[in-house]
Structure formats: structure tokens, C-alpha cells
């Protein structure tokens, strides 16, 4: 079965070299010196400050909006994945959903003001498949009305929106450093926040609230990344522009072998990306279902991101009731009804592009 993604694996003996480190120091975890080292390169590399490792992105963002003092309503995109809504309910907040622009599949700013009422206290927008949302104008409707921002940026590691960082808009940005992700700690994430009181704070409650052997100041939890996690980080780190790379080429020729077909592609804002998915959307939902079932036919799996949208989960809506038209997601829905992202990593051979590209014709 060829995988919509394939997880990056360092050179075995440079990481072999770490674990030695590791054995060295017989430290394991509680932010241990690979742990730190990671940190100080990612700042680097990102070219950002305040970089706080976790042991994976939800808890990234569970601590972001905890650590932030989030209350009562959050606008937010249902073109996402399960973990960006189910972060917002287990921290016992309501999202609150607003349509995205059919082009980037980003969240849509006015959108976003039109859903602003007494209880709304955050905007928690998506780089969807790392790209940039509409920075400018989330930025004023966020100061307009004393909102917090803040950007789920599991999608973007490494992009650039106007020639900066893209986590350092926002008042925080979460990453994902998960196992299919461009960048990837075997599991893992960061929070990259603006405010260094917050970054205070957020490592406080990654480690129990525990300030010293004696004196425990906050209830926090266990969100700490370990050694082992952070060497394969310190590893990836070396060949992520590579890696970069080969997708942007695997991506280019996608998108010329499709050229002329009844597929269109997403609107890229970034100055720089990083290709980490390829999403082609069809004409119709038949089209895309016909594709998606003439590729797994034939040993190749693609993934239906995102479909359904979040607020098709049960546990969101009561007995018959239509959030779509509730919230307006007119484009949301039409998008999650007709996208297909195709399977993209490093390894994969140009020749089976040419495969996966006539499987898609042929469903037409």
C-alpha cells in the first residue's frame, strides 16, 4: 500500500550517536539536554523566540489556551483536523464556527466578524496544509476586539508568509512535529508564544506546576518531550530543507501531470512553503469518491482531508440538527465534500505519480 505520507527516518547511526549521549548522561526526561539543545536549534532554524517543547501538538495547544486563560467562545475553522476542535471542547470552551475561503481553505476573516459576540474571547485559526491564513486581517479584527490569536501551525513548520516566520504572528502558534508531518520527533510539538510570561508559564505547567523540589506554584500536567523524541528532532533537523525539497519537486510535477484534468489545486500565500501535503480538489464529490476508490483499488491510499468537517462529529450537534446551516459553511462544506490530498513524501518515485495521476483519470 502506497500511504498518503511516509514518516522521514534520520541516518541510523547519527541517531545511534545521540542515544549514546543519552546512555551517557542516563537522563531521560525532565527537560534533559537534548531537549534543550532542540529548543535553541529550532529557535534558530525558525527564527523565532520562545520555543517551548511538548510531548505532542494537542497538549501544545491545550496548555497554549490554558495557559492563556481562554474563556467561554472561540471562533474557529470546521476545516481541520479532530484535534484542533477537541482541544477547544476538553478545555471546556465552545467553538464557534466560521466559513473558509474556497480558494485557500483558510478561514475566512469576515467570516470570522461576523460570529463575534459577548462571549467571545479567542480566534484559533488553521494553516491548512501549512498555508497562511489571512495574517493581516485577523490581526486587526483580533485587536478591534481585544481577542487573543492564535494559530494551529501543526501543518507549517518552516513556512514564511511576507518573508517572516510564520509562528511568530499571533499571540502563539502551535506545531505538530507528529510522525507524518514534514518535521517530525517521532511524536511530539512546540509553542512558539509572543509574551514571555506565558512561555513562563507554559513551562511551568509542562512539568506538574513544579518550580523546585519543594514548591509547586500551578496545576499543571505532563506534557514534557523526552530525550528520545528530541534525538530523532536534533536528526530530522539536518535533512528537513532536503526533505522540503523533494516534495516541492514531487509536488511541481503533480500539478503539471494534472494540468488540463477536472481537478484544481489550493491557493498558496506563502513566500515560503514547505509542500507537506497535496491536496487536489474535484469538480464534483462523485469525481472524488470515484478517485478515491479507483486508487485504494489499486494499492494506493489517499486521504479524504478534511471530511468530514468537525462539525459532522456527533458528539458537536444534537439529534438532526444541520450546523452547516447553522454557521454558514456554505464554502466549508463544498470544499470537505470534494478534496482529496494525494500521497506526497521524500521516497516517493516520479514513476508512481505517473500511476497515481492515471488512476485518477481513468476514474473519470
Not at 481562554?70 to 464556527?97: Q, R, S
Not at 444534537?318 to 470544499?335: H, M, P, S, V
Request: aromatic share 10%.
Amino acid at each position: 500500500m502506497i500511504n498518503v505520507t511516509k514518516s522521514d527516518l534520520p541516518n541510523l547511526e547519527l541517531y545511534i550517536e545521540y542515544l549514546k549521549k543519552i546512555w551517557s548522561n542516563n537522563w531521560l526526561t525532565n527537560d534533559g539536554e537534548l531537549v534543550q539543545l532542540l529548543e535553541k536549534k529550532l529557535e534558530e532554524y525558525l527564527g523565532v523566540q520562545n520555543v517551548v517543547l511538548t510531548s505532542n501538538g494537542t497538549l501544545a495547544l491545550q496548555l497554549t489556551l490554558r495557559a492563556m486563560e481562554i474563556k467561554g467562545e472561540v471562533i474557529t475553522t470546521p476545516f481541520t483536523f479532530a484535534a484542533t476542535t477537541n482541544a477547544l471542547v476538553w478545555e471546556g470552551l465552545t467553538p464557534v464556527f466560521a466559513d473558509i475561503n474556497p480558494e485557500t481553505y483558510n478561514i475566512d476573516p469576515k467570516a470570522v466578524e461576523e460570529k463575534i459576540a459577548d462571549k467571545t474571547t479567542a480566534i484559533l485559526a488553521v494553516h491548512v496544509y501549512g498555508n497562511p491564513c489571512y495574517i493581516e486581517e485577523l490581526q486587526t479584527i483580533a485587536r478591534r476586539y481585544n481577542l487573543r490569536l492564535i494559530y494551529d501551525a501543526a501543518h507549517a513548520f518552516g513556512v514564511e508568509y511576507a518573508v517572516k516566520p510564520i509562528a511568530s504572528f499571533g499571540d502563539a502558534s502551535i506545531l505538530s512535529f507528529h510522525a507524518t508531518k514534514v518535521f517530525n520527533t517521532i511524536e511530539g510539538g512546540a509553542i512558539v508564544a509572543r509574551d514571555s510570561a506565558i512561555v513562563d508559564k507554559l513551562k511551568l505547567m509542562r512539568n506538574h506546576g513544579i518550580r523546585s523540589e519543594t514548591e509547586v506554584v500551578l496545576p499543571g500536567i505532563n506534557a514534557k518531550m523526552n530525550e528520545f523524541q528530541a534525538a530523532m528532532g536534533l536528526c530530522n533537523l539536518e535533512s528537513v530543507n532536503k526533505s522540503i525539497a523533494s516534495r516541492k519537486a514531487l509536488y511541481e510535477h503533480y500539478v503539471e501531470r494534472l494540468s488540463g484534468s477536472p481537478v484544481t489545486f489550493q491557493k498558496i500565500v506563502a513566500s515560503k512553503y514547505n509542500y507537506s501535503y497535496m491536496p487536489v480538489l474535484f469538480e464534483t464529490r462523485t469525481q472524488r469518491d470515484a478517485a478515491y476508490s479507483q486508487l485504494i483499488a489499486n494499492g494506493i491510499k489517499p486521504r479524504k482531508y478534511f471530511f468530514p468537517l468537525t462539525v459532522d462529529f456527533n458528539y458537536f450537534k444534537k439529534t438532526g440538527e444541520d450546523l452547516t446551516k447553522k454557521y454558514g459553511l456554505i464554502n466549508a462544506r463544498q470544499i470537505a465534500d470534494r478534496i482529496l490530498c494525494l500521497p506526497i513524501y521524500p521516497s516517493l518515485d516520479i514513476s508512481t505519480i505517473g500511476k497515481i495521476v492515471s488512476h485518477i483519470y481513468h476514474a473519470f
